[in-house]
């Protein structure tokens, strides 16, 4: 559906348009990690990666006697766990249950990586979170970019036995984080025009908790064209939820789509004729279609489309205080489109109209 007063089948941005989302419950990605729990006999058959070394960390708070086939004694409190590193995407948690049910074995895995492992007490500990990453391909292969998913540590339903439980038994829960970098926030900005956009929308890790959103202005504004400097928090707020206490939470990406990735590119046009530009070189534009959502939160999904233009390598300092670049790519208009379509892929196959000259 195109927006109102614009050609059918085509998107006519005004920058920095913002519609208010309803509260429906946003879409869960697809779980691109694995979670295991079950009661096994013993502790031998756990996965670890041939090409991998693991590790493992034995921990013991209280101590607590070996329950026996007459025992008739409370379920021993307390924590005495194995934990095994299985090399970089395999972490395995095992615990005595009792004669009957033998070891417990909870397992969290990953394709690519498993990584901001908390083990509370120091950092020596059971694992209480985790996040799992999984390699994506495409476009989004170029900006080193991945799929995350968050494991929490929580109780489980013991299996039916007659006997006391040495300890309780665990499971790992999954949330999913959407798309990521797989290395973090890049210290520098991304060439490519969606890891560019990535790092506007999401300078952060996306398992941080709540969190200033404009403390991260100074790494946002690296990522726009001086000409809109000036609209840096009207864009910060489009990519910006809150929860019910006024507190901003983080933000998730489920999409992020370029021309690059379906087969109909996209044009971006300008409404100005032609003749009334002055510039005498137009610099290369490309759009970028990032869909959001807020960690944890109903809110309706959110489609944003931003255009980011290139700019030419500066190879040498100059004495006005210039530094040397690389070539770049930055953002000269961000827009709410969200009523324009019902997913990226449509949007970003549409041509782009935007209102006025080019910055």
């Given at each position: 559906m195109?927006?109102?007063?614009?050609?059918?089948?085509?998107?006519?941005?005004?920058?920095?348009?913002?519609?208010?989302?309803?509260?429906?419950?946003?879409?869960?990605?697809?779980e691109?990690?694995t979670?295991v729990?079950a009661?096994?006999?013993?502790?031998?058959?756990?996965?670890?990666?041939?090409?991998?070394?693991?590790?493992?960390?034995?921990?013991s708070?209280?101590?607590?006697?070996?329950?026996?086939?007459?025992?008739?004694?409370?379920?021993?409190?307390?924590?005495?766990?194995?934990?095994?590193?299985?090399?970089?995407?395999?972490?395995?948690?095992?615990?005595?249950?009792?004669?009957?049910?033998?070891?417990?074995?909870?397992?969290?895995?990953?394709?690519?990586?498993?990584?901001?492992?908390?083990?509370?007490?120091?950092?020596?500990?059971?694992?209480?979170?985790?996040?799992?990453?999984?390699?994506?391909?495409?476009?989004?292969?170029?900006?080193?970019?991945?799929?995350?998913?968050?494991?929490?540590?929580?109780?489980?339903?013991?299996?039916?036995?007659?006997?006391p439980?040495?300890?309780?038994?665990?499971?790992?829960?999954?949330?999913?984080?959407?798309?990521?970098?797989?290395?973090?926030?890049p210290?520098?900005?991304?060439?490519?025009?969606?890891?560019?956009?990535?790092?506007?929308?999401?300078?952060?890790?996306?398992?941080?908790?709540?969190?200033?959103p404009?403390?991260?202005?100074?790494?946002?504004?690296?990522?726009?064209?001086?000409?809109?400097a000036?609209?840096?928090?009207?864009?910060?707020d489009?990519?910006?939820?809150?929860?019910?206490?006024?507190?901003?939470?983080?933000?998730?990406?489920?999409?992020?789509?370029?021309?690059?990735t379906?087969?109909?590119?996209?044009?971006?046009?300008?409404?100005?004729?032609?003749?009334?530009?002055?510039?005498?070189?137009?610099?290369?534009?490309?759009?970028?279609?990032?869909?959001?959502?807020?960690?944890?939160g109903?809110?309706?999904?959110?489609?944003?489309?931003?255009?980011?233009?290139?700019?030419?390598?500066?190879?040498?300092?100059?004495?006005?205080?210039?530094?040397?670049?690389?070539?770049?790519?930055?953002?000269?208009y961000?827009?709410?489109?969200?009523?324009?379509?019902?997913?990226?892929?449509?949007?970003?196959?549409?041509?782009?109209?935007?209102?006025?000259?080019?910055?």
């Amino acid at each position: 559906m195109a927006l109102p007063g614009t050609q059918p089948g085509s998107i006519t941005l005004n920058p920095v348009v913002r519609t208010q989302p309803s509260a429906l419950a946003a879409a869960a990605a697809t779980e691109a990690a694995t979670v295991v729990a079950a009661a096994v006999p013993d502790a031998t058959a756990i996965p670890v990666p041939a090409s991998d070394v693991a590790t493992t960390a034995q921990i013991s708070p209280t101590a607590a006697p070996a329950p026996t086939a007459t025992a008739t004694a409370a379920p021993a409190t307390g924590n005495n766990e194995l934990i095994i590193f299985g090399g970089s995407g395999v972490i395995s948690t095992v615990w005595w249950q009792n004669q009957t049910l033998g070891y417990g074995l909870a397992q969290i895995s990953a394709p690519y990586n498993i990584v901001r492992i908390n083990r509370g007490a120091n950092d020596n500990g059971s694992v209480l979170t985790a996040v799992g990453l999984t390699r994506l391909s495409g476009s989004l292969q170029r900006n080193f970019m991945c799929e995350a998913e968050l494991f929490t540590r929580m109780p489980a339903a013991p299996l039916p036995s007659t006997q006391p439980l040495f300890q309780q038994p665990i499971t790992y829960e999954s949330t999913p984080l959407g798309i990521t970098f797989c290395s973090g926030p890049p210290g520098a900005p991304p060439y490519y025009p969606e890891g560019v956009v990535q790092a506007f929308v999401q300078p952060y890790n996306p398992d941080s908790g709540s969190f200033e959103p404009r403390q991260f202005n100074s790494v946002r504004q690296q990522l726009l064209a001086p000409s809109i400097a000036g609209q840096l928090g009207a864009l910060v707020d489009l990519v910006t939820f809150t929860n019910p206490a006024g507190g901003a939470v983080p933000t998730l990406v489920d999409e992020l789509v370029t021309p690059f990735t379906v087969t109909v590119p996209s044009t971006v046009q300008f409404t100005t004729p032609e003749s009334a530009i002055t510039t005498p070189d137009m610099a290369i534009t490309t759009p970028v279609c990032v869909q959001i959502r807020p960690m944890g939160g109903a809110d309706t999904p959110r489609r944003l489309i931003f255009v980011l233009q290139h700019v030419a390598p500066n190879q040498q300092a100059g004495q006005d205080g210039t530094v040397a670049t690389t070539d770049q790519m930055q953002i000269i208009y961000g827009a709410d489109v969200t009523s324009a379509a019902e997913d990226c892929q449509t949007i970003i196959g549409m041509p782009i109209r935007i209102a006025g000259p080019p910055p």
